[in-house]
């Protein structure tokens, strides 16, 4: 006997295949995404505009995954961390933030349980790789911290655990949903996916019809640091990975950003900005300015922390230059909650 599979796992054409298969019409499709995503049905028999039938069909082969809460963190400034187990017992982290005026919520949600890429300065990347998720699982993330919020959620980035490229049927599917009026109706412009430089993700995502942003984590412009910073990728080059930048921004007219964490003594001298302005220079982009947030509660993060004055420093001389580029303003670290310190790890 096959064993169940999460009816949340399909995308839309899939359900399409699914009813045609068990003689229904196409309505029921609609009927069911409502019941999925946006009534937030937990069981089947329970979808009562459907045959009794056809939820006895659903019930024999399909279940609907759930997110498990296992803890909840409010930070100082209003961020919220939750560590969910999914139906496989793999454990995953999420993040709300919102912003200061409480207009618009973001959501930073996961694609993967841990991740393969092993960067140094990311507590994901030392955690390693679990599971991929479901596309159900990223939707559920951000739908759950909509409702603990009790608004809608303006804003979706797919920067928490994992490389969300290594997923990408997966991703996309997701994007879909919270995209679309049976969904969370979430501007395509304000989802964002963050990845580390995959080239072959690059480019398909650079011809999906969706609006769609794109971040890429740099990290730094020369091949020896960020291959030492980034092992995960270190066999994509420098060049190749601008060349793909270059083409994404020509095909889309999207600007992409780039994601660059000062860590000191690595990539915050006057070698490595200038190497990220030749980077830029002649290419549709936007620097993303990311301060080190510590991943550990030794020196060592400590000893690698950039001055915000130095940050500063880079942020003038990218400008002065043609650069255009913004400092990011990390939000809950007191919670473990800011960019690279997802650990999927129940507080003390």
């Keep these: 006997m ?25 309505f029921r499709v609609k009927q069911l995404e409502e019941w999925l995503y946006l009534r937030d049905c937990e069981i089947i028999s329970e979808m009562d505009n459907l045959p009794k039938s056809l939820r006895d069909q659903l019930d024999r082969d399909f279940f609907i995954g759930t997110l498990k809460l296992v ?7 209003g961020t919220r961390k939750y560590l969910f187990e999914i139906p496989n017992g793999a454990r995953v982290e999420t993040v709300g933030i919102p912003s200061p005026d409480g207009d618009r919520l973001t959501v930073c949600f996961s694609s993967q349980a841990g991740c393969p890429m092993g960067c140094s300065f990311c507590a994901t990347g030392r955690a390693g790789f679990v599971c991929n998720l479901t596309s ?22 797919c920067m928490g655990q994992g490389e969300p490229f290594l ?7 997701a994007l879909r949903r919270m995209n679309s009026k049976t969904g969370m109706g979430i501007g395509a412009r304000h989802i964002t996916v963050s990845t580390c430089g995959l080239l072959e993700g690059i ?4 011809q999906e019809p969706e609006q769609f942003t794109l971040a890429v984590s740099l990290h730094a412009a020369i091949q020896k640091t960020r291959n030492a910073l ?14 793909a930048l270059k083409d994404y921004g020509e095909t889309t007219k999207r600007r992409p950003s780039l994601e660059y964490a000062p860590i000191k003594g690595v990539n915050d001298d006057d070698e490595h900005i200038d190497a990220l302005v030749s980077f830029c220079k ?13 991943i550990t509660s030794g020196q060592e993060d400590e000893g690698m922390m950039v001055p915000s004055d130095r940050v500063a420093h880079i942020s003038r001389e990218l400008e002065a230059r043609g650069i255009e580029n913004s400092i990011r303003n990390s939000r809950g670290k007191d919670i473990d909650g800011a960019c690279g ?6 507080e003390d």
Excluded at 167 to 173: E, F, K, S
Excluded at 282 to 294: D, R, Y
């Design 2 to 26: 096959e064993a169940k599979r999460d009816i949340k796992s399909l995308n839309h054409h899939e359900l399409e295949l699914l009813m045609k298969d068990l003689g229904q019409p196409r």
């Design 71 to 77: 803890t909840r963190q409010v930070s100082q400034d």
């Design 136 to 157: 159900g699982e990223m939707y559920d993330q951000v739908r759950y911290v909509a409702r603990d919020f009790e608004m809608r959620v303006t804003n979706v980035v």
């Design 167 to 173: 997923n990408y049927d997966a991703v996309i599917t």
């Design 203 to 206: 480019r398909r995502f650079s």
């Design 230 to 243: 980034m092992p995960g990728v270190s066999n994509v080059s420098l060049e190749e990975l601008r060349h």
């Design 282 to 294: 002649g290419m549709l982009c936007h620097v993303n300015l990311i301060p080190l947030n510590p």
């Design 341 to 346: 310190q997802l650990r999927q790890r129940v």
